[in-house]
Nanobody
Framework: QVQLVESGGGLVQAGESLRLSCAAS????????MGWYRQVPGKQRELVAI???????NYADSVKGRFTISRDNAKNTVYMQMNSLKPEDTAVYYC???????????WGQGTQVTVSS
């Protein structure tokens, strides 16, 4: 099994920055992708950014150029630097560990990001 512990998040004003972190433990060898998803009430959870073990990344169009996902394989940790935050980025952000792009192994506990205008 894989366990994920998130940190970061909070309340910021539009235009400010935040960094999310997610540390993985357990069956690390089964993880090929790590990513961040977000969810607002009444909507489906959506992909924000994902990174493969060899560093290939993919971003939602809405965050391209503002968010950067990275990982430290030695620390089994994935980060997401969020710059130029907008009120529409307000959501609960979840870390995800995946064996394949479509095969989720674990979710983090979720962290609230609130951006005020």
């Amino acid at each position: 099994q894989v366990q994920l512990v998130e940190s970061g998040g909070g309340l910021v004003q539009a235009g400010e920055s935040l960094r999310l972190s997610c540390a993985a433990s357990g069956s690390i060898a089964s993880i090929n992708f790590m990513g961040w998803y977000r969810q607002v009430p009444g909507k489906q959870r959506e992909l924000v950014a994902i990174i493969s073990n060899n560093g290939l990344t993919n971003y939602a169009d809405s965050v391209k150029g503002r968010f950067t996902i990275s990982r430290d394989n030695a620390k089994n940790t994935v980060y997401m630097q969020m710059n130029s935050l907008k009120p529409e980025d307000t959501a609960v952000y979840y870390c995800s560990a995946r064996r394949l792009r479509w095969m989720n192994l674990a979710w983090g506990q979720g962290t609230q990001v609130t951006v005020s205008s």
